[in-house]
C-alpha cells in the first residue's frame, strides 16, 4: 500500500533520531474482570516490541472496563483507546489495522474442553470429531470462534462475554467451554477451581492468529509495534517472552502428546503468514486421530 509505505519511510527517519521528546501514550481497554490474567502476556509483549524501538511511551488502561465487542467498535471509531489484541478474522481486518504477526504463536487455536467436574462431558468417551458434535460448547456471541466452530458442524450457545460464558458452564447451560491451550490451565485455577476442570490430552485445532489491532488512520503506530516485534523476533526476545509465560503451560499439558481433531476457519483472511515458519508454534507430537 503506497500510504503505508510512505509513511514508514517517514517513520524511519524520525527513527534514526537520538533524542526524542514526545511521548506516546497507547491506550488499551480495560479488562472488565478483574486481575484478568488474560491481559498479563499481551501487554508484556506490547512493551517488549515498544522497548525494541526505544520511544518513550506510556502503557494505561482505558477508564472504563470494555467487552471485547466494544472495544472493537470503539477502536475503529478512533475513540478511548488505540491498541486491541484480539482473535483476527476477515471483517475485522476489513475495519481495522492488523499487525500480521501472531502474538500467540498460532495457539490461540488450539482449544480444549473447560468443563463442570463430574459432568457428563468430562466423563464421556470422546474418540472422534462426531463423538465432540454431540455436546454443545459456549462461546461469546461476537467471537470469531462462534462461526467457525457452527462451520464445523457445532451447535454453538452464545453468551455476551467470558464472565457469562463462564457461568453458564458452571450452571450447566452448555457442555463445554472451548478455551486455547495458553489459557485453560490458568483460568481453571483461577476463576472457578472448585467447580471446573478441563479435559487433558484432548483438542481441537483451527488455523488462528491473535494481532495488535489499530485504527485504519493510525499507521504510524501499527508500524511502530511491527517494527519492534520484528526485532524481539530476530534477537530472540519474543520467543524467550512466550516460552517464559507459556512454556511451564506447554510442559505441564503435554502439548507434544495431544490427541486434536482438525476443524476448517473459513473466517481466516488470507494475508495470515502461515508460510513464515518463525511465527509459530507447533507441538511436534500431537497428532490428529482421524
Given at each position: 500500500?503506497?500510504?503505508?509505505?510512505?509513511?514508514?519511510?517517514?517513520?524511519?527517519?524520525?527513527?534514526?533520531?537520538?533524542?526524542?521528546?514526545?511521548?506516546?501514550?497507547?491506550?488499551?481497554?480495560?479488562?472488565?474482570?478483574?486481575?484478568?490474567?488474560?491481559?498479563?502476556?499481551?501487554?508484556?509483549?506490547?512493551?517488549?516490541?515498544?522497548?525494541?524501538?526505544?520511544?518513550?511511551?506510556?502503557?494505561?488502561?482505558?477508564?472504563k472496563p470494555m467487552r471485547q465487542a466494544r472495544a472493537l467498535k470503539r477502536l475503529e471509531e478512533?475513540?478511548?483507546?488505540?491498541?486491541?489484541?484480539?482473535?483476527?478474522?476477515?471483517?475485522?481486518?476489513?475495519?481495522?489495522?492488523?499487525?500480521?504477526?501472531?502474538?500467540?504463536?498460532?495457539?490461540?487455536?488450539?482449544?480444549?474442553?473447560?468443563?463442570?467436574?463430574?459432568?457428563?462431558?468430562?466423563?464421556?468417551?470422546?474418540?472422534?470429531?462426531?463423538?465432540?458434535?454431540?455436546?454443545?460448547p459456549v462461546q461469546g456471541i461476537a467471537w470469531p470462534d462462534t462461526k467457525i466452530l457452527q462451520?464445523?458442524?457445532?451447535?454453538?450457545?452464545?453468551?455476551?462475554?467470558?464472565?457469562?460464558?463462564?457461568?453458564?458452564?458452571?450452571?450447566?447451560?452448555?457442555?463445554?467451554?472451548?478455551?486455547?491451550?495458553?489459557?485453560?490451565?490458568?483460568?481453571?485455577?483461577?476463576?472457578?477451581?472448585?467447580?471446573?476442570?478441563?479435559?487433558?490430552?484432548?483438542?481441537?485445532?483451527?488455523?488462528?492468529?491473535?494481532?495488535?489491532?489499530?485504527?485504519?488512520?493510525?499507521?504510524?503506530?501499527?508500524?511502530?509495534?511491527?517494527?519492534?516485534?520484528?526485532?524481539?523476533?530476530?534477537?530472540?526476545?519474543?520467543?524467550?517472552?512466550?516460552?517464559?509465560?507459556?512454556?511451564?503451560?506447554?510442559?505441564?499439558?503435554?502439548?507434544?502428546?495431544?490427541?486434536?481433531?482438525?476443524?476448517?476457519?473459513?473466517?481466516?483472511?488470507?494475508?495470515?503468514?502461515?508460510?513464515?515458519?518463525?511465527?509459530w508454534y507447533y507441538p511436534v507430537g500431537a497428532r490428529n486421530p482421524q
Amino acid at each position: 500500500m503506497k500510504t503505508f509505505g510512505v509513511v514508514f519511510i517517514a517513520f524511519s527517519l524520525m527513527f534514526a533520531r537520538p533524542v526524542y521528546s514526545a511521548v506516546w501514550v497507547i491506550t488499551y481497554p480495560q479488562e472488565a474482570l478483574e486481575d484478568d490474567i488474560r491481559y498479563d502476556y499481551p501487554l508484556a509483549l506490547l512493551a517488549l516490541a515498544l522497548d525494541k524501538t526505544s520511544v518513550r511511551y506510556e502503557l494505561k488502561a482505558s477508564t472504563k472496563p470494555m467487552r471485547q465487542a466494544r472495544a472493537l467498535k470503539r477502536l475503529e471509531e478512533n475513540l478511548e483507546i488505540n491498541v486491541v489484541w484480539a482473535m483476527t478474522d476477515t471483517t475485522r481486518e476489513e475495519h481495522l489495522l492488523p499487525v500480521r504477526i501472531p502474538i500467540a504463536k498460532g495457539l490461540i487455536g488450539w482449544r480444549m474442553f473447560v468443563a463442570p467436574k463430574n459432568s457428563r462431558f468430562v466423563n464421556a468417551d470422546i474418540n472422534s470429531l462426531s463423538d465432540l458434535l454431540e455436546y454443545e460448547p459456549v462461546q461469546g456471541i461476537a467471537w470469531p470462534d462462534t462461526k467457525i466452530l457452527q462451520a464445523n458442524g457445532f451447535n454453538v450457545v452464545t453468551s455476551r462475554d467470558y464472565a457469562e460464558a463462564l457461568n453458564m458452564i458452571k450452571t450447566r447451560q452448555a457442555d463445554f467451554f472451548p478455551r486455547s491451550v495458553i489459557e485453560v490451565e490458568r483460568e481453571t485455577e483461577s476463576q472457578a477451581s472448585t467447580t471446573l476442570t478441563f479435559r487433558p490430552g484432548i483438542a481441537v485445532r483451527y488455523p488462528s492468529a491473535m494481532y495488535f489491532f489499530f485504527n485504519k488512520r493510525n499507521i504510524t503506530l501499527a508500524k511502530l509495534v511491527e517494527t519492534g516485534l520484528h526485532r524481539a523476533i530476530e534477537d530472540g526476545s519474543f520467543d524467550a517472552l512466550f516460552m517464559e509465560h507459556f512454556g511451564g503451560t506447554i510442559e505441564r499439558l503435554d502439548l507434544n502428546g495431544l490427541s486434536y481433531f482438525q476443524l476448517a476457519n473459513p473466517l481466516l483472511p488470507p494475508l495470515t503468514p502461515t508460510a513464515d515458519e518463525r511465527l509459530w508454534y507447533y507441538p511436534v507430537g500431537a497428532r490428529n486421530p482421524q
